[in-house]
């Protein structure tokens, strides 16, 4: 079981990126996947969900800039990120959540496997 994060890079304020978390090993269309982020010198906290069923969530920090989807033919799950904030920097990791775990999505103990994170930096 594998997740690979890519699409990060370096992008002004009110920038976009599409961020990319590319499954193998597992179905995809099976499991509920999240991004979260970590700053510098702060704790990881959850940015996104979206469950088997398609359903989303968002942190409120991040609500109405981005959006995640899921593209199950391709076992691959998206963020799109726009409006980006210096304040979005961070590496960013996708993670796959338990198939037994239900409630919060933003525990991080729910996830069994992490991708390797990929650097998003918003400056001018």
């Known amino acids: 079981v594998q997740l690979q994060a890519s699409g990060g890079g370096l992008v002004q304020p009110g920038g976009s990126l599409r961020l990319s978390c590319a499954a193998s090993?597992?179905?995809?269309?099976?499991?509920?996947i999240a991004w979260f982020r970590q700053a510098p010198g702060k704790e990881r906290e959850g940015v996104s969900f979206?469950?088997?069923?398609?359903?989303?969530y968002y942190a409120d920090s991040v609500k109405g800039r981005f959006t995640i989807s899921r593209d199950n033919a391709k076992n691959t799950v998206y963020l799109q990120m726009n409006s980006l904030k210096p304040e979005d920097t961070a590496v960013y990791y996708c993670?796959?959540?338990?198939?037994?775990?239900?409630?919060?999505?933003?525990?991080?103990?729910?996830?069994?496997?992490w991708g390797q994170g990929t650097q998003v930096t918003v400056s001018s």
């Open positions: 993670a796959r959540r338990l198939r037994t775990v239900v409630g919060s999505w933003t525990r991080e103990w729910a996830y069994d496997y």
């Open positions: 090993g597992f179905t995809l269309d099976d499991h509920d």
């Open positions: 979206i469950n088997s069923n398609g359903r989303t």
